[in-house]
């Protein structure tokens, strides 16, 4: 369920010749594995690193990569297939993007087949450049970047890390994850509404340790909170995540805090709210610690079943704010929406959001999830099961319809 919410979609994959190009044959994958029908188109330099076979075979459909494609004898058959092909389109993603694709874009160049479908496209264009740190960091090829943001290009930047060349810096591919989970916002019909906002997200669970070895914690996964993170972070928001321990991966830029207890995810919290806008409690906080931390690991004759519990603090209920956007969650398997309500109004929030233990493939671990929606003012909404990504979007949309 979680894997088709490109059901239906058409996405065309323009490849360019950089060395991140074997990187599209990953980006193909996933974009067919979440639903979407793929058609690539290729630059003649892209052939130098990978071959129109490979994908091909991964898209059941022809690849193109000249103007006047060979096998079309003197043309009989082409007709007007750049135009026919780009409004066909839902969607078109150039991953990797060289910069010379995209200065040839900015002055509109129409001189390979990829540039004749971008010239005749009707429906978005996402653009992931590619490039060694130099070559990115250029200032022609960052005015370039601009010029094509301003009329409303869409893009997912580049990231830092290790390059083909050895050197370390801005100009590696970003995540494939990352630019599919972007196509998938697009063409579920989410823009970037959230720019100059600050988003503070908690996630995961936190530990309250017995000893060296034992500690009191739950399942959560941090599933949730992570992607909430993420599509906070597509729709234009500056987002902190603050995170229990858990093994799920996040975008680089996004600022993450790790924690561990109760207290530390307090203090993190109390400290970052300060410079949010809005606060989304998808932490799933224990809720009582041992008196006291045994610096020894306690043998079972040490009493073990008999460990005093003390009750954590409630974080939420310590904030003392104003102007800021609440949000919490309630996980609940009884009087599931009395007890959402109850906890709205006792911790003070803006909105809550229930998930019910009680509902298939919903809850801790899943990658899908069945949320409602309570708005302060008592509107409550029910959504499907949808994945986390999509139930992600959905609380950011009721976040934002709540400012008004
Ligand atoms: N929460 C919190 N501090 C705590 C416990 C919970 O800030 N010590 C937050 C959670 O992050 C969530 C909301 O409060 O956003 C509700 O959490 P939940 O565990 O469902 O409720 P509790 O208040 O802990 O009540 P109970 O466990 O009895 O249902």
Redesign the pocket.
């Given at each position: 369920m979680q894997d088709d919410q490109l059901s239906g979609k058409k996405i065309i994959l323009g490849v360019t010749g950089g060395i991140a190009a074997y990187k599209a044959c990953w980006l193909t994958r996933e974009l067919i594995k979440r639903g979407a029908e793929v058609k690539v188109v290729m630059t003649p330099s892209a052939l130098q690193f990978v071959q129109p076979l490979t994908f091909s075979s991964l898209t059941k459909n022809d690849v193109i990569v000249n103007i006047f494609p060979d096998s079309q004898e003197n043309g009989s058959s082409m007709k007007t297939w750049h135009i026919d092909l780009a409004l066909w389109a839902d969607l078109m993603i150039i991953a990797p993007c060289t910069v010379n694709t995209i200065a040839k874009i900015a002055v509109g160049f129409l001189d390979n087949a990829l540039l004749t479908v971008v010239s005749s496209l009707r429906c978005p264009l996402l653009i992931s450049p590619a490039a060694d740190m130099d070559i990115y960091d250029n200032k022609i090829t960052q005015r370039n970047f601009q010029t094509l943001e301003e009329m409303g290009y869409l893009f997912v930047k580049a990231e830092k890390g290790e390059l083909a060349s050895g050197l370390e810096g801005e100009g590696r591919l970003a995540d494939i994850n990352k630019i599919a989970d972007a196509a998938e916002l697009i063409l579920t019909g989410y823009k970037r509404d959230l720019l100059n906002k600050k988003i503070l997200v908690?996630a995961g669970p936190?530990y309250e340790d017995i000893d060296p070895v034992r500690f009191i914690g739950n399942r959560s996964s941090g599933k949730m909170g992570y992607n909430i993170a993420k599509a906070a972070f597509l729709r234009g928001a500056e987002v902190t995540l603050i995170t229990g321990p858990v093994h799920e991966s996040i975008y680089p830029e996004i600022k993450v805090i790790k924690v561990r207890s109760?207290a530390e995810?307090?203090k993190a919290i109390h400290k970052e709210i300060i410079n949010s806008d809005i606060l989304i409690?998808?932490?799933?906080?224990?809720?009582y610690k041992p008196a006291e931390v045994s610096i020894r690991k306690m043998k079972k004759e040490d009493k073990l079943n008999q460990i005093k519990l003390y009750?954590?603090?409630?974080?939420?209920?310590?904030l003392k704010t104003s102007g800021k956007k609440i949000?919490?969650?309630?996980?609940?398997t009884d009087n599931e929406k009395e007890?959402?309500l109850k906890?709205l109004k006792?911790?003070n929030?803006d909105m809550?959001?229930l998930n019910s233990l009680n509902d298939e493939q919903s809850g801790f671990e899943y990658n899908t999830n069945k949320i409602t929606v309570i708005h302060k003012n008592g509107e409550q909404i029910d959504f499907p099961l949808e994945s986390k990504f999509q139930a992600a979007n959905k609380i950011i949309s009721e976040i934002l319809k709540s400012n008004g």
């Open positions: 908690s936190t109760t995810m307090k409690m998808a932490a799933a906080v224990a809720d009750p954590t603090e409630d974080i939420l209920s310590s949000i919490g969650f309630a996980l609940e007890n959402a906890k006792s911790k929030l809550i959001v």
